[in-house]
């Protein structure tokens, strides 16, 4: 391909929910898996020190990843002005920002995709379960992305390069691990370029271990008749029982000439 | 002879005896000492003390109109009947100098308000009745028969603000953004409250990157004075005051249950319409539901599953095809190679996230039932009455699953012709 598409991933230094250790996230592997379904290069891009869980990523076939130092306090700022330096590709700008949708050990809101796509003023489309380059061929490219939506649905939308997409959990594009890969990989450190911030950041926000609450229960009326038991029915009578039950829970639609 | 008085039944029966036709009449009501002269309430018995009719008296007491009974005990009875009270005006709290106002921006599905969408609005009342502010319904502009919805769920003011793009069929997620922060400039609100869905959280995180506010996503505790959401993928959870901008997590705020409010309009439209600077970056079809024979199953609302108990799998896929269901399988099944593997429900398959399960033949082995988590609603069809399937169900019927199968086409297929 004579255009081939520059794309890079934002990765984060994610954490295990169960056991709390230094694993890779779920979304951001996906990211990469979309990178790769659209046909592009890639560049992992990660705001602070190297840490040995960013080498997992490049098992997953992202073979180039480049660590800003001293952008603790601002990754928005730094990571906005990588990737606008154009320091990262050698031979053209970055047309593609790859992030899952919200990270696993950080912060965890989400907001960092959007604040950069801000920043660097491009379109973003969160939620992205599959993405493709749109025909015909257009410059700059278009991409049709499918946009995951509760219970299965999916959302079409298009938005041309260059742009920022958030990948879903629910995304099918997980690429093949490669053990050798992780060895293999190069984890580049370039500065940040900010200054340092002039006073230390205070963080304001407490932070205690998670304490599971209970949810509110759904409402008495979309409540199945608990328990309900129908020993030896006839066979009529049980999917009679089944149906209107079924109807009941909003699952099965109404019977056709109603 | 002792002090007692002793009835004669027969006499008393003659005294009430009301007319001398062929068949002898009574009248039953009538006190046994023979109606008393005003016709009041009490009859002296034949002790000579008076007797009361308790019935008789709360019914006179009741006042009518309203669907509960009411009764008024204050007088002394008997007056009842004259008392016609028209219902009484549901009252409308209103607010009307508030010292702050609290946004909630609903999602409205299908233009009515979901589930979250009143625990946001709740969770909006939660913080305007701690500062005496009031709460502001931002949006849904398209369904002007909100308002009295809004109006229950808790909403002092309505801010219709039309976020789809005018005149176009394709959503722009950036148009809505960009109308949304214009109204928020010009309400200037406390807070701010999305719904932790896809769509409110994708507004709240283009407001909260646009306007520079602080966002906290996915708020599980909600008081006056504190916010709390996991962060550390949910192994820690951040405290802090209330923020600017705030995404509330399903089912953790209750829904307002109060008086209704006043809903009252506000000025609708944003003035100017905002103009981006590069419009239709984003073009968004509306949603379209999934196929849900070839859905993901982890996605898919309504599972139907075979297990061991199940002989028949064309029949089974028949079922599965006329409920419009995603097809399911326990692990002994996909180990047969019956079904395919991508459809095990369970520990090493898949976890579900269905509103409703139908298990035809399974026996609920707890590495199946995990894969069940977040399913509120199971159906189990199966020959054992003591299966942990059955025990986990709302509703079992203890039979075949080969003939329970064919019934369920049969009156599917009858209700169609
Ligand atoms: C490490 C590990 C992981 C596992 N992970 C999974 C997993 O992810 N998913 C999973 O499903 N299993 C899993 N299993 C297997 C699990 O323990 C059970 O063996 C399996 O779920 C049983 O499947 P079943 O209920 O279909 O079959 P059975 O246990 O054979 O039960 C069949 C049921 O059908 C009923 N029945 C029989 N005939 C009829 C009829 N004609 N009509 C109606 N009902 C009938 C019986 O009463 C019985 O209740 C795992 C096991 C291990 C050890």
Same mark, same amino acid.
């Given at each position: ?13 994610? *954490?295990?929910?169960?056991? &709390?250790?230094? %694993? /890779? =996230?779920?979304? +951001?592997?996906?990211?990469? !898996? #979309? @990178? ?6 890639? *560049?992992?891009?990660?705001? &602070?020190?190297? %840490? /040995? =869980?960013?080498? +997992?990523?490049?098992?997953? !076939? #992202? @073979? ?195 | ?417």
């Amino acid at each position: 391909m004579a255009t081939e598409l520059r794309a890079v991933v934002l990765l984060s230094a994610g *954490i295990d929910p169960v056991s &709390g250790r230094p %694993a /890779p =996230v779920g979304t +951001e592997i996906r990211a990469i !898996g #979309l @990178a790769r379904a659209l046909g592009a290069r890639m *560049i992992g891009l990660h705001a &602070g020190p190297a %840490a /040995p =869980v960013l080498r +997992e990523y490049a098992g997953y !076939g #992202l @073979a180039d990843i480049v660590c800003l130092d001293g952008a603790g306090h601002d990754p928005v700022a730094a990571l906005a002005r990588a990737i606008v330096s154009g320091s990262l590709f050698t031979d053209g700008t970055v047309d593609l920002v790859l992030a899952g949708r919200r990270a696993s050990g950080g912060m965890d809101s989400g907001l960092l995709p959007y604040a950069v796509a801000e920043r660097l003023g491009w379109p973003i489309v969160a939620d992205v379960a599959e993405g493709q380059v749109a025909v015909p061929a257009s410059r700059p490219p278009e991409f049709d992305v499918e946009q995951a939506r509760p219970r299965g649905t999916r959302r079409a939308a298009r938005v041309a390069a260059p742009c920022a997409l958030a990948v879903h959990d629910v995304a099918s594009c997980v690429p093949d691990f490669v053990f050798a890969r992780t060895r293999m990989a190069v984890l580049r450190t370039m500065p940040s370029g900010l200054a340092e911030p002039s006073a230390p950041v205070t963080e304001t926000v407490e932070e205690r271990a998670y304490r599971r609450r209970p949810r509110l229960i759904a409402s008495t009326a979309t409540q199945a008749p608990g328990g309900q038991v129908l020993v030896d029915p006839p066979p009529q009578d049980a999917a009679r029982a089944i149906i209107d039950h079924l109807r009941a829970l909003g699952v099965l639609p109404p019977p056709a000439g109603s | 002879m002792t002090g007692r008085l002793r009835r004669d039944p027969r006499a008393e029966r003659a005294a009430r005896q009301v007319g001398l036709g062929a068949r002898p009449r009574f009248d039953l009501a009538q006190p046994p000492g023979g109606r008393s002269p005003g016709g009041g309430v009490s009859g002296i018995g034949p002790s000579g003390r008076i007797r009361r009719d308790p019935r008789a008296e709360q019914a006179r007491l009741l006042v009518p109109g309203g669907d509960r009974p009411r009764l008024v005990r204050g007088g002394t009875g008997g007056t009842g009947t004259a008392r016609v009270s028209a219902p009484a005006p549901a009252q409308v709290i209103r607010v009307d100098d508030p010292a702050c106002l609290v946004v909630a921006i609903p999602d409205l599905p299908d233009g009515r308000l979901d589930r979250l969408d009143r625990q946001v609005l709740g969770a909006a009342r939660v913080l305007a009745d701690a500062a005496s502010g009031a709460v502001v319904m931002l949006g849904g502009a398209a369904h002007p028969d909100l308002v009295q919805e809004a109006a229950q769920a808790g909403a002092d003011r309505l801010a219709m603000v039309d976020t789809a793009l005018p005149g176009q069929a394709v959503l722009d997620p950036e148009y809505r953004a960009a109308v949304v922060c214009a109204a928020l400039a010009a309400l200037s609100p406390r807070h701010v409250l999305f719904p932790d869905s896809d769509d409110g959280a994708d507004l709240a995180r283009r407001v909260a990157a646009h306007t520079g506010q602080g966002l906290m996503t996915g708020v599980e505790v909600l008081t006056a004075r504190q916010a709390i959401r996991p962060c550390r993928a949910g192994r820690r959870e951040q405290i802090s005051a209330p923020p600017a901008l705030m995404t509330l997590a399903p089912d953790r705020v209750a829904p307002y249950a109060g008086a209704v409010r006043e809903a009252r309009l506000l000025p609708g439209g944003v003035d100017p319409v905002p103009v981006l600077p590069v419009p239709g970056r984003i073009r968004a079809s509306a949603p379209r539901a999934a196929d849900p024979a070839t859905m993901k199953l982890a996605e898919a609302p309504f599972v139907v599953a075979a297990g061991n108990g199940v002989t028949d799998f064309g029949l089974f896929r028949a079922v599965v095809a006329d409920l419009h269901a995603t097809p399911g399988a326990s692990r002994v099944v996909c180990d047969a190679g019956l079904m395919p593997r991508a459809a095990q429900v369970g520990a090493s398959g898949t976890v579900l996230d269905a509103v409703c399960y139908l298990a035809f033949g399974i026996a609920g082995a707890p590495q199946h039932l995990q894969g069940l988590g977040r399913v509120e609603h199971v159906v189990a069809v199966n020959t054992d009455l003591h299966a942990a399937m059955v025990a986990r169900a709302g509703l079992s019927v203890i039979a075949d699953a080969q003939r329970v199968m064919p019934a369920i086409r049969d009156a599917l297929a009858a209700e169609g012709g």
